[in-house]
């Protein structure tokens, strides 16, 4: 049986799960982040100025608050792995010039900017409360690839990552029958997972369809997957290799594929 161990953007190392980030600093980091996106803004507003000919200071409030908010969202990005999400990259990027420059027109534009900025982190930090829950109560389960589903256009992150949406056989510790789910994350380029490979998982008791890949660095020694599993993956790696060598037509393969599936 052939393990994957996908290397997903927002997947933490051995010790990062070992020694995680509080949720107490991610809170206070979210905070301090969303003051410095539109606190500078809330300065010029009341301040008064004429941004055609800004003051010493307006200039410095402009620059530097965004500096500072730029580099307190990197260090969130990496240490809740969220570095991959490009809503909070684009949030980050144009939100506090937007702030700054319709401050001075009318205070009321602040008030989109300012509940985009706090919504965005009331998300991550609810996505990262419920990860660390995910990551220590989730049932120990493993997700045979049955397929990849070809995107309309690559995504690559970093030129390193590329994006990719799998359909899972999913099959968990607890007894529950096996199901599928598609999982959408990141692999490293030429690391893409094909179809009968299997990618370890932890999966919400209660919801099934929310689970999560764990990597081979988290060292989860509790967890052996199903012995039935093996037959099943090995019959479709080898349906999957007899498919590329084009011994198999489209029809038949997935024909035969779901015969695999539904024993």
């Known amino acids: 049986m052939r393990t994957t161990s996908p290397r997903i953007g927002r997947k933490p190392s051995r010790a990062r799960y070992r020694n995680p980030v509080k949720l107490r600093t991610v809170g206070l980091l979210l905070a301090l982040w969303c003051v410095l996106v539109i606190g500078p803004a809330v300065v010029i507003s009341l301040s008064g100025v004429n941004t055609e000919d800004p003051a010493g200071f307006v200039l410095l409030a402009w620059i530097g608050g965004y500096l500072l908010q730029f580099g307190v969202f990197m260090v969130l990005a990496m240490k809740t792995q969220r570095g991959n999400n490009l809503t909070g990259w684009l949030i980050a990027s144009l939100?506090?010039?937007?702030?700054?420059?319709?401050?001075?027109?009318?205070?009321?534009?602040?008030?989109?900017?300012?509940?985009?900025?706090?919504?965005?982190?009331?998300?991550?930090?609810?996505?990262?409360?419920?990860?660390?829950?995910?990551?220590?109560?989730?049932?120990?389960?493993?997700?045979?690839?049955?397929?990849?589903?070809?995107?309309?256009?690559?995504?690559?992150?970093?030129?390193?990552?590329?994006?990719?949406?799998?359909?899972?056989?999913?099959?968990?510790?607890?007894?529950?029958?096996?199901?599928?789910?598609?999982?959408?994350?990141?692999?490293?380029?030429?690391?893409?997972?094909?179809?009968?490979?299997?990618?370890?998982?932890r999966v919400d008791p209660a919801d099934?369809?929310?689970?999560?890949?764990?990597?081979?660095?988290?060292?989860?020694?509790?967890?052996?997957?199903?012995?039935?599993?093996?037959?099943?993956?090995?019959?479709?790696?080898?349906?999957?290799?007899?498919?590329?060598?084009?011994?198999?037509?489209?029809?038949?393969f997935a024909a035969a594929k779901r015969r695999v599936l539904d024993g």
């Open 95 to 201: 939100v506090p010039w937007a702030a700054d420059f319709s401050a001075p027109v009318s205070p009321w534009w602040l008030l989109p900017c300012a509940m985009l900025v706090i919504g965005y982190a009331w998300w991550v930090y609810r996505s990262v409360a419920r990860s660390r829950s995910l990551q220590r109560d989730g049932v120990p389960a493993h997700g045979v690839v049955v397929k990849v589903v070809k995107p309309m256009m690559n995504v690559v992150v970093n030129n390193v990552y590329i994006r990719r949406t799998l359909l899972l056989r999913i099959e968990r510790t607890d007894g529950v029958a096996p199901y599928e789910a598609k999982y959408k994350g990141l692999f490293m380029i030429g690391n893409i997972p094909g179809e009968g490979s299997v990618i370890r998982l």
């Open 208 to 252: 099934p369809r929310h689970f999560e890949a764990v990597t081979d660095d988290d060292g989860d020694s509790s967890y052996t997957p199903p012995q039935p599993s093996h037959t099943i993956t090995d019959q479709l790696q080898r349906l999957s290799e007899l498919h590329r060598r084009g011994d198999l037509t489209d029809s038949e």
